[in-house]
């Protein structure tokens, strides 16, 4: 007996980005404030970073409901009924549970069940590699809508203190649909990972030294409990990085790697509208920018000013922005690279919706 051929669903030609939705937290936290917990200046953090003002979740608000707001805007504007997504694709390092995904309880709370629903944990390239698997998924015919989030609530992973990164982070979502397309909204994507350079951006300790820790407290008593819970305490998992290693492999390998992102795609400079680059700092988005040697017509995303570095957000956040501030764009081609702890990135051109 013959063995039967599968059956397969039917195909679409491209996929694209048919809407696009934000959310950015209440609380704005200034360089000043920022300075009441490091030794350092206004314009010392202006000078490094280009960032002024970073936004905060309050303590209330967690990093689903802030994925909610921006999925149900991209939803609205895609012009689609929550029913329609057929898989829900978030970027986050920040959600408090290993298990189970921030996604399945997104896609209960956006009335998308039973979509298929996933995290990603790929950091600040997260959103990139959302993008470049909901194309996949749409191309192939196992889902007409994607949603694609990247979310993150920082300043719950975050020592104030701490001087190498807490000052550059700040909160916040944004989320596109993707869609079926006549013709190619998204290219290939250029990603990859350098894990010889695992530990250059990380956490302070594992779980696992908060639970042998906790072990060893739990036998001791009275003076040494005391001293043993504070301790504890100083123990739990934060970020840090090795700042001018992560600067340098930025500025000399994403280069590299956003050329290659528009040889993929077919396409020159020239050909582009804008460049939207993981906002870590701006003088790294500068340094990008010029060895792209990209034109005076593309816009070039810029919201870490205002918005500091929100991880796997901060792409659809600053596209969200540009969009607003240039509606023209809607239509043109945009470059889009980020680059993050993994080492992880991911590059790839899409059509603006």
Same mark, same amino acid.
């Given at each position: 007996?013959?063995?039967?051929?599968?059956?397969?669903?039917?195909?679409?030609?491209?996929?694209?980005?048919?809407?696009?939705?934000?959310?950015?937290?209440?609380?704005?936290?200034?360089? +000043?404030?920022?300075?009441?917990?490091?030794?350092?200046?206004?314009?010392?953090?202006?000078?490094?970073?280009?960032?002024?003002?970073?936004?905060?979740?309050?303590?209330?608000?967690?990093v689903?409901?802030?994925?909610?707001?921006?999925?149900?805007?991209?939803?609205?504007?895609?012009?689609?009924? !929550?029913?329609?997504?057929?898989?829900?694709?978030?970027?986050t390092?920040?959600?408090?549970?290993?298990?189970?995904?921030?996604?399945?309880?997104?896609?209960d709370?956006? @009335?998308?069940?039973?979509?298929?629903?996933?995290?990603?944990?790929?950091?600040?390239?997260?959103?990139?590699?959302?993008v470049?698997?909901?194309?996949?998924?749409?191309?192939?015919?196992?889902?007409?809508?994607?949603?694609?989030?990247?979310?993150?609530?920082?300043?719950?992973v975050?020592?104030?203190?701490?001087?190498?990164?807490?000052?550059?982070? @700040?909160?916040?979502?944004?989320?596109?649909?993707?869609?079926?397309?006549?013709?190619?909204? $998204?290219?290939?994507?250029?990603?990859?990972?350098?894990?010889?350079?695992?530990?250059?951006?990380?956490?302070?300790?594992?779980l696992?030294?908060?639970?042998?820790?906790?072990?060893?407290?739990?036998?001791?008593?009275?003076?040494?409990?005391?001293?043993?819970?504070?301790?504890h305490?100083?123990?739990?998992?934060?970020?840090?990085?090795?700042?001018?290693?992560?600067?340098?492999?930025?500025?000399?390998?994403?280069?590299k790697?956003?050329?290659?992102?528009? +040889?993929?795609?077919?396409?020159?400079?020239?050909?582009?509208?804008?460049?939207?680059?993981?906002?870590?700092?701006?003088? $790294?988005?500068?340094?990008?920018?010029?060895?792209?040697?990209?034109? +005076?017509?593309?816009?070039?995303?810029?919201?870490?000013?205002?918005?500091?570095?929100?991880?796997?957000?901060?792409? !659809?956040?600053?596209?969200?922005?540009?969009?607003?501030?240039?509606? +023209?764009?809607?239509?043109?081609?945009?470059?889009?690279?980020?680059?993050?702890?993994?080492?992880v990135f991911?590059?790839?051109?899409?059509?603006?919706?």
């Amino acid at each position: 007996m013959s063995t039967p051929t599968l059956k397969q669903n039917p195909t679409h030609a491209g996929s694209t980005i048919v809407g696009i939705g934000a959310y950015r937290p209440s609380v704005i936290v200034t360089n +000043e404030d920022v300075c009441q917990w490091i030794d350092s200046s206004d314009e010392w953090i202006q000078q490094r970073t280009g960032i002024i003002t970073r936004h905060r979740a309050p303590r209330e608000v967690s990093v689903v409901d802030m994925a909610v707001d921006a999925g149900a805007e991209a939803i609205k504007n895609a012009g689609i009924e !929550p029913s329609q997504i057929g898989a829900v694709l978030v970027s986050t390092v920040s959600h408090p549970y290993a298990t189970p995904s921030a996604a399945a309880l997104i896609a209960d709370k956006i @009335g998308a069940n039973p979509a298929p629903a996933y995290d990603i944990s790929a950091a600040c390239a997260g959103y990139c590699y959302g993008v470049a698997q909901a194309d996949a998924l749409v191309r192939s015919g196992v889902a007409d809508y994607v949603l694609v989030i990247g979310a993150e609530k920082l300043s719950d992973v975050i020592d104030n203190h701490e001087r190498t990164i807490s000052f550059l982070l @700040g909160d916040g979502a944004g989320a596109v649909v993707i869609g079926p397309s006549d013709e190619p909204g $998204i290219s290939p994507a250029v990603w990859g990972s350098d894990g010889s350079k695992w530990d250059t951006i990380g956490m302070t300790s594992s779980l696992l030294d908060v639970r042998d820790f906790s072990e060893q407290a739990m036998k001791s008593d009275g003076v040494e409990l005391a001293a043993a819970s504070e301790a504890h305490a100083a123990l739990w998992p934060t970020l840090r990085q090795d700042g001018q290693t992560v600067f340098r492999w930025a500025v000399w390998e994403m280069a590299k790697m956003a050329k290659k992102a528009l +040889e993929v795609a077919g396409i020159t400079a020239d050909d582009l509208g804008a460049f939207v680059p993981h906002q870590a700092n701006m003088r $790294i988005i500068d340094e990008l920018a010029k060895q792209l040697k990209l034109p +005076e017509h593309v816009i070039i995303g810029r919201d870490i000013a205002d918005a500091g570095n929100t991880s796997a957000a901060s792409i !659809p956040l600053a596209t969200h922005r540009l969009l607003a501030e240039n509606p +023209e764009l809607s239509g043109k081609l945009s470059l889009q690279i980020g680059f993050g702890a993994g080492l992880v990135f991911g590059a790839q051109v899409v059509r603006l919706p």
